[in-house]
């Protein structure tokens, strides 16, 4: 049998999130209109879309000595992901701090802390755990980038299809793009890694080709409501957003990346996996939060099919 699990090697946050009608100017303060303390990071939101997209998922990740520790760990399990490679370090849980407009829009500061203390004999001890298990590695540049770098060629020698959101966008050497099968950058963070403006599909393309170029085997540039473009060696693809209205597009990308992850464990064909992390990172944004936005393997469905869910809000 296959594995059909996924590993993620990736950052654990807490998320503290402030919501406002618009964002202060600078020097400016405003009144805010809700506050919430979640579980958040890339790694651990991943995890949670994975999880929630029916795959056993494994996190690798450090959290801190500190009352954020057991509010984060807690949020894990609570959703099923698999802790035994999580590490406690001395130090600080991470934190992001998070505001989002009326237009649910938002902008993001992170502090790493115990997020950088994950290394590569802590990753090669995860992959080593979950060997015979997992299918897929799911990797993020939220812990330090050499770290991520090791992973992706760990990943690559073990057998597992390695998938990298280059987020947030930072240069990186050249011989780590060959061991990544799939890139997934948001529209500004291609814009960034290739130099290439990306405002539209066409150039999504032109950007997925600067990957393709590196040795990367299939690049995903999302477009946010625009959807998604598919860059591979033989064609490029135009895959449209599910409308939906949007309240918080944080973890959007997130959940788009974990769900097609896990779909691309189970065995899903490439493009219906990307439909499927299409649609999930649609139903994100219509909740607000990180890890409380991201949405099940039923909504997913239902979202594709256009069949409602059955007790679901109308």
């Not at 980038?145 to 073990?158: D, I, N, P």
């Amino acid at each position: 049998m296959e594995p059909n699990g996924v590993l993620v090697v990736g950052s654990i946050t807490a998320d503290v999130t402030a919501f406002s009608a618009r964002f202060p100017r600078r020097g400016e303060t405003v009144l805010g209109d809700d506050f919430t303390l979640v579980l958040g990071g890339k790694g651990a939101n991943q995890a949670v879309a994975s999880a929630r997209a029916g795959a056993r998922t494994w996190l690798a990740g450090c959290v801190g000595r500190d009352p954020f520790r057991e509010i984060v760990l807690d949020g894990l399990r609570s959703y099923g992901v698999e802790l035994d490679e999580v590490r406690t370090v001395d130090g600080r849980t991470g934190v992001a701090h998070i505001r989002v407009d009326a237009s649910g829009e938002n902008d993001i500061v992170i502090t790493p802390l115990a997020n950088a203390d994950l290394d590569a004999g802590m990753v090669d001890a995860s992959i080593r755990a979950t060997a015979g298990k997992v299918g897929v590695l799911l990797l993020q540049l939220e812990v330090p980038a050499a770290t991520t770098c090791h992973a992706a060629k760990a990943g690559r020698a073990a057998g597992l299809t390695v998938v990298l959101d280059p987020a947030p966008a930072q240069p990186l050497p050249g011989d780590v793009w060959p061991h990544i099968d799939l890139v997934t950058p948001n529209e500004s963070e291609a814009t960034e890694l290739t130099g290439v403006e990306v405002t539209d599909a066409a150039s999504a393309e032109r950007a997925g080709r600067w990957f393709l170029d590196r040795g990367v085997g299939h690049a995903l540039i999302t477009l946010g409501a625009g959807g998604a473009v598919s860059v591979t060696a033989g064609r490029a693809r135009h895959f449209p957003a599910y409308e939906v209205t949007a309240v918080d597009t944080t973890a959007a990308g997130d959940a788009f990346t974990g769900s097609l992850g896990a779909a691309l464990a189970a065995g899903d064909e490439v493009e219906r996996a990307i439909k499927r992390g299409t649609a999930a990172g649609a139903l994100a944004t219509t909740r607000p939060g990180a890890s409380p936005s991201l949405p099940g393997r039923d909504e997913v469905d239902a979202l594709m099919t256009g069949t409602p869910l059955e007790g679901a809000a109308r």
